[in-house]
């Protein structure tokens, strides 16, 4: 069965430092992946998604960027954080239908 | 651009009734509609989907309805229980690998 893991959990990072998430999926084969970010009691914002190896589709411009590596790893980055970077980022990949399924996420305060 | 308003931030209802969420969007509609239930602190998890040629779909205790001609869609639970209380998020799914998120409407089941 497929399994999807995000590390770390938990992050708290000061204004101006680096960042970088890892996802990354096991028991499939070139999945589709997602990033999302959720603000306090917001809904899911999509990020990037990529259909394969180094292919990232950016859907909001602001500081973040996307790089798939390999076929089941996609990582968030930036070179420094804003304060409005804090949230829940989401790791998704898709099955049948574009149904998402999604990691455990990672809680990012940024201060 | 696409809007996706779901209606009622929050729902209280009591235990054993049926829970009705709205999902509404703007624009054209998606290949495939979807439902999500998101507990606190973890990623959402998919519920349903239902096709953009189908007008209700039933899993357990859930029924959802599409109406692609008041671009609508209506997400039931019935004999509601305490467990169910979450929030849950409509997603509209499009063919170019597109994924949209409501903001989510929070449920609260009372005993």
């Known amino acids: 069965s497929q399994t999807i893991h995000q590390w770390p959990a938990t992050l708290v990072q000061p204004v101006g430092s680096p960042l970088s998430l890892e996802c990354t999926v096991e028991g499939t084969s070139n999945p589709n992946l997602y990033w999302y970010r959720q603000a306090a009691g917001r809904g899911l914002q999509l990020l990037f998604y990529s259909v394969g190896i180094g292919q990232i589709s950016s859907e909001v411009p602001q500081n973040l960027s996307a790089s798939r590596p390999q076929d089941r790893q996609f990582i968030l980055s930036s070179k420094k954080l804003l304060l409005s970077d804090s949230g829940f980022y989401l790791c998704?990949?898709?099955?049948?239908?574009?149904?998402?399924?999604f990691g455990p996420g990672t809680r990012l305060t940024v201060l | 651009s696409q809007k996706i308003e779901q209606n009622s931030e929050a729902l209280n209802i009591q235990e054993g009734k049926t829970a009705t969420l709205t999902c509404n969007y703007t624009?054209?509609?998606?290949?495939?509609l979807q439902w999500y239930r998101q507990d606190p602190g973890r990623g959402p998890v998919f519920l349903l989907l239902?096709?953009?040629?189908?007008k209700e779909k039933r899993k357990e205790r859930l029924k959802v309805t599409f109406d692609t001609t008041l671009k609508q869609s209506l997400f039931h639970i019935t004999a509601s229980q305490p467990a169910d209380s979450a929030t849950y998020l409509c997603a509209l799914s499009y063919n170019n690998n597109d994924m949209r998120f409501g903001a989510g409407t929070r449920l609260t089941v009372k005993p």
């Open positions: 998704a990949w898709t099955g049948r239908e574009n149904t998402q399924y």
């Open positions: 239902i096709r953009e040629n189908e």
């Open positions: 624009n054209y509609s998606p290949a495939y």
